[in-house]
């Protein structure tokens, strides 16, 4: 069955950085497009980032923008979130996405996800 394992998270200073990794498995990972979301305390899930089957095309948050990188690995079924200068307001649980169909573009919408992982918190301390 698909399965998507987040890591990488932890406790950060402000200012610092972190990647996030997301191992997929059960399905074909390099003709699917993968998303990044994050839900905070109190807060809806909300996007983050997106990458297109082919790690061609990126799609970021306003706020993620200038500080947060994807990127994806199709040798290996894996997907990045590099974040720098992090924020205390970026503390949240991460969750990695595949998409539903295939040879799809990067998406926004959770609508557009039918696959998800268990989230790995990332906590940024001020």
């Known amino acids: 069955q698909v399965q998507l394992v987040e890591s990488g998270g932890g406790l950060v200073q402000a200012g610092g950085s972190l990647r996030l990794s997301c191992t997929a498995s059960g399905f074909v990972f390099s003709i699917n497009a993968m998303g990044w979301f994050r839900q905070q305390p109190r807060k809806e899930r909300e996007f983050v980032s997106a990458?297109?089957?082919?790690?061609?095309?990126?799609l970021y948050q306003d706020s993620a923008k200038g500080r947060f990188t994807i990127s994806r690995d199709n040798a290996k079924n894996m997907v990045y979130l590099k974040m720098n200068s992090l924020k205390p307001e970026d503390t949240a649980v991460y969750y990695c996405a595949a998409q539903n169909g295939i040879f799809q573009e990067e998406s926004s919408s959770d609508n557009s996800y039918g696959y998800w992982g268990q989230g790995t918190q990332v906590t940024v301390s001020s």
């Open positions: 990458i297109n089957w082919s790690g061609q095309r990126t």
